[in-house]
């Protein structure tokens, strides 16, 4: 097994009307579908539409690294 590894960096935006950490989930799944060796995230911005005053949609951008092959 190899102890050194090399990550690519994306980002990429989730959004979700339940809230951050729906958002989140939302991004990682389906970047998953498509991206082999997803391995982290970060959270860069944390975003929000307000309707009637109220948070009313949540958006993240997420910087995500996965294994290179």
């Known amino acids: ?3 050194d590894h090399v990550y690519k960096v994306m980002e990429i935006v989730g959004s979700s009307r339940t809230g951050l950490e729906d958002a989140i989930q939302t991004a990682l ?3 998953g579908q498509s991206i082999k060796h997803l391995r982290w995230f970060e959270v860069k911005d944390i ?3 307000v309707e009637d005053g109220k948070a009313a ?3 993240v951008t997420l910087r995500i690294g996965f294994q290179v092959e």
């Open 29 to 31: 799944v389906r970047a």
């Open 57 to 59: 949609h949540y958006q």
């Open 47 to 49: 975003r929000g539409h």
């Open 1 to 3: 097994m190899q102890d």
